[in-house]
């Protein structure tokens, strides 16, 4: 079993900064590319942010420029650190992963919970 856990979501104004955090545990064997996603209501989940685990990093352009993404590949963990906030910003982010798991070595990818990220004033 393989779970991603999400924190560091919240209530922000417009300009302001959070930073999300998602950990990786269970059997892992190893962790590929790392990544974040938002839904807003009604809309689909799209892309944010990527990161491989050589750290070559990949943005929505919605994001370029505020958003930057990081990993720490000893502790399985990505960041998300969002500056700049907008009201469009708006969302339920999603950690993703793709892990190939200790027991079985398959690959698969994985999503976490989802942490709400509300930007208004």
């Known amino acids: 079993q393989v779970q991603l856990v999400e924190s560091g979501g919240g209530l922000v104004q417009p300009g302001g900064s959070l930073k999300l955090s998602c950990a990786a545990s269970?059997?892992?064997?190893?962790?590929?590319?790392m990544g974040w996603y938002r839904q807003c209501p009604g809309k689909q989940r799209e892309l944010v942010a990527t990161i491989t685990k050589r750290g070559s990093t990949n943005y929505a352009d919605s994001v370029k420029g505020r958003f930057t993404i990081s990993r720490d590949n000893a502790k399985n963990t990505v960041f998300l650190q969002m500056n700049s906030l907008k009201p469009e910003d708006t969302a339920v982010y999603y950690c993703?992963?793709?892990?190939?798991?200790?027991?079985?070595?398959?690959?698969?990818?994985?999503w976490g919970q989802g942490t709400q990220v509300t930007v208004s004033s």
């Open positions: 269970g059997n892992i064997f190893t962790v590929y590319t």
């Open positions: 993703q992963s793709n892990i190939e798991d200790e027991v079985l070595r398959t690959f698969t990818d994985y």
